[in-house]
């Protein structure tokens, strides 16, 4: 277990809702990265929160939203659902940003979104 | 385009028997890649990473490779068993700490006892 925890574990909305999904980052951790993970494909990275900033994003277009807490907790919002938005949304947790080099994400179980 | 992949989409062993899991890349300013493994229904997990100055490393009864020369990647299991059966993906990050690490689309292992 990683320590990262995520919430719903599954969700079903119907198009042109908006949803909001949760991640808790593991303990020590301060940068949460959050990924989409269509079926059969690997995960896609979405944007990276580090000290409550955004800090990077994907190809993913602005109705994909986060924000990160002082407590480094985290939250993706989507606005505007598409069908194609069904997937499984990760969050990935990591230590301090650094100089010395990339930091290993653990990731979260990950929370199943239908779009209906 | 540049992106990170995988040999075979499927890989299938005997229990007890090693396994090699392959992955090639494209980017030569990649600097750090990881292995992780993914059960359904569930997130991925850490198995083991290398950095670009590095050519081997071990973990317990998991080795990765790296061979930049020809940016290829390879996850060896020894003695593998039915609870290694999952999708495997490897995943490299592009030079700056913190950022976006990049999939491939991931291999499927089955063992069979």
């Known amino acids: 277990e990683t320590g990262v925890t995520q919430s719903p574990t599954h969700l079903i909305k119907t198009r042109g809702q908006q949803v909001t999904l949760r991640c808790s980052s593991q303990s020590g951790h301060n940068t949460v990265s959050w990924y989409q993970q269509a079926l059969g494909q690997g995960p896609q990275f979405i944007f990276q929160y580090y000290r409550e900033e955004e800090n990077g994003r994907g190809n993913f277009p602005p109705r994909f939203s986060g924000l990160q807490f002082p407590n480094y907790s985290s939250e993706l919002n989507v606005n505007a659902l598409e069908l194609d938005d069904s997937a499984l949304y990760l969050c990935?947790?990591?230590?301090?940003?650094?100089?010395?080099?990339?930091?290993?994400?653990?990731f979260g179980p990950g929370t199943r979104l239908t779009v209906l | 385009g540049e992106s990170v992949g995988l040999h075979l989409p499927t890989l299938s062993v005997q229990e007890g028997d090693n396994s090699i899991i392959n992955c090639a890349y494209s980017n030569s300013a990649s600097d750090y890649f990881i292995w992780y493994k993914q059960e359904s229904g569930k997130g991925p997990q850490f198995i083991i990473d290398?950095?670009?100055?590095?050519d081997k490393r071990q973990g317990q009864r998991v080795t990765v490779l790296l061979n930049k020369t020809v940016k290829h990647l390879s996850l060896q299991i020894a003695a593998t068993q039915p609870g290694d059966s999952a999708v495997y993906f490897c995943?490299?990050?592009?030079?700056?700490?913190?950022?976006?690490?990049?999939f491939g689309k991931g291999t499927t292992l089955s063992v069979s006892s």
């Open positions: 290398i950095r670009s100055n590095m």
């Open positions: 995943a490299e990050n592009r030079g700056q700490a913190g950022t976006a690490l990049i």
């Open positions: 990935a947790s990591s230590l301090e940003v650094r100089a010395g080099g990339p930091d290993t994400q653990y």
